[in-house]
């Protein structure tokens, strides 16, 4: 039987969910309070250029998913695309140079004027770099000087890391540096998945191909308020959790990002994303869009400088900042959630995780699932199919 449910957010989350449940037959609205779908993968062609900007952030698509990568490939023809990542920082010596990341062996000879391979550079790190007394590092900090010792943290994880999330290292957890690997050879592809690329013509346009589908209405410029949901048989939430509940146990923390835009004639930094190791710049990264398509031609160029900074009420919500008293309070909004009816929580801002999108996508098809499995069955729909604590 045809059933009607409403989904906040035209984000990947909402519109994968959409997708899946107007393909088994269902009458599927989806409103969002940005002029746009797509959600912060949101592209969008600056008019001026006609480069393909990165609205909310670069954004790279990587997997190891077949079945997500398969379901983007439906929607949009992928070209390849590998992110080569340098920054810009200081040698032992105090040198200002551009350095390639991830970290591996040409980032460590350049940096310490050496010429060493492999074998010799994965035993100079370990025994003339590394600190060893840290048995299991708890703290960002600890495992970077576990990993790679002091030099090569401070030229490129400290600072970087102040400016990112405004904490020192110390305080925050080994999980986020566990991202970046460590090569001891000269491989500076920055992911490791088998499956790398860029949509041809931009997020936007895959997210619209996958609300292309008849038993799919999308309102923008449309908050969502709890009121309308009501006439739904449920609700698929992919706006912020606290929002949600109108902050009554308080605000979950966030990092927002501010980007300065500067138009360039020319090339201005010969690569897409360009990271600043240094605390006195007061910019983490730049980005330069039209290298995000390199199959594409522009004269001119347009960067973004990207700040971050503390989110304040109004500011776009980018990272969750799950430190012990967020975590303490998203386990009340947790529960809080669990005992309302009606609604199901998904996406990063709904579960309060930072989620690259081919999670999202594989998250987002999951929770379709299984709430059609539930349906099914005739049982309730749960406040979460992943549980965000
Ligand atoms: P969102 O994209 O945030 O969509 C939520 C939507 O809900 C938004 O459109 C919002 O306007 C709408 N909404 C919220 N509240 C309301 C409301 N009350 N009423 C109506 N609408 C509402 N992932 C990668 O895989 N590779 C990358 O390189 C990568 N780079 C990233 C860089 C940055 C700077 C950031 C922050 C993230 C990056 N990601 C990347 C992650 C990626 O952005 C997410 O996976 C993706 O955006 C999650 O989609 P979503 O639909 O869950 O959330
Ligand atoms: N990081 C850093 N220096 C860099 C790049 C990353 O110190 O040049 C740290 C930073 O704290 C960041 C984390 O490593 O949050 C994970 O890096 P990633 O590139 O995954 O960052 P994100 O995608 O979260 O911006």
Same mark, same amino acid.
């Given at each position: 039987m045809t059933k009607k449910y409403l989904m906040v957010g035209a984000g990947l989350s909402g519109a994968v969910i959409g997708r899946h449940l107007a393909e088994a037959g269902h009458d599927i609205t989806i409103v969002d309070?940005?002029?746009?779908?797509?959600?912060?993968?949101h592209t969008a062609r600056?008019?001026?250029?006609?480069i393909m900007l990165h609205v909310y952030g670069p954004h790279i698509f990587h997997t190891d998913d077949d079945e997500v990568w398969g379901y983007v490939n439906r929607f949009e023809e992928f070209l390849p695309f590998k992110n080569r990542v340098k920054t810009t920082s200081r040698d032992p010596s105090g040198k200002r140079s551009v350095f390639s990341l991830p970290i591996n062996l040409h980032t460590i000879n350049q940096f310490f004027g050496k010429t060493m391979r492999p074998d010799e550079a994965k035993r100079f790190i370990a025994e !003339?770099?590394?600190?060893?007394?840290?048995?299991?590092?708890?703290?960002f900090e600890e495992q970077a000087l576990r990993f790679v010792g002091k030099d090569l943290y401070e030229a490129f994880f400290k600072g970087y890391t102040i400016k990112q999330w405004?904490?020192?290292?110390?305080?925050?957890?080994?999980s986020i540096l566990k991202r970046l690997p460590v090569r001891?050879? &000269?491989?500076?592809? &920055?992911f490791f998945h088998k499956f790398q690329g860029m949509p041809k013509n931009g997020y936007s346009a895959m997210i619209r191909a996958i609300l292309d589908h008849p038993g799919i209405t999308v309102h923008l410029n449309t908050s969502f308020a709890?009121?309308?949901? !009501?006439? &739904?048989?449920h609700v698929f939430y992919s706006g912020p959790l606290d929002e949600y509940f109108d902050f009554e146990l308080g605000r979950l923390g966030y990092r927002t990002l501010d980007f300065e835009r500067f138009d360039y004639d020319?090339?201005?930094?010969?690569?897409?994303v360009m990271n600043y190791?240094?605390?006195?710049?007061?910019?983490?990264r730049i980005t330069e869009h039209k290298h995000f398509a390199p199959w594409e031609e522009h004269e001119s160029s347009v960067c973004y400088r990207e700040f971050s900074r503390s989110a304040e009420f109004g500011d776009i919500p980018y &990272?969750?900042?799950?430190?012990l008293k967020e975590k303490e309070l998203l386990s009340a909004y947790f529960d809080l959630a669990n005992a309302t009816r009606g609604v199901t929580f998904v996406g990063r801002l709904g579960t309060y995780r930072y989620l690259d999108m081919d999670v999202t996508i594989r998250e987002a098809l999951d929770t379709a699932r299984g709430f059609e499995a539930k349906m099914t069955d005739g049982e309730e729909a749960p406040a979460f199919f992943i549980r965000p604590v």
């Open positions: 309070s940005r002029d746009h779908i797509g959600g912060n993968c600056d008019p001026d250029s006609g !003339e770099q590394a600190d060893s007394s840290i048995v299991v590092p708890k703290t405004g904490m020192h290292p110390s305080e925050l957890p080994a001891f050879n &000269y491989d500076d592809n &920055y709890r009121a309308m949901g !009501e006439g &739904y048989d020319g090339d201005y930094q010969g690569c897409a190791g240094e605390e006195s710049v007061p910019y983490t &990272y969750p900042i799950r430190q």
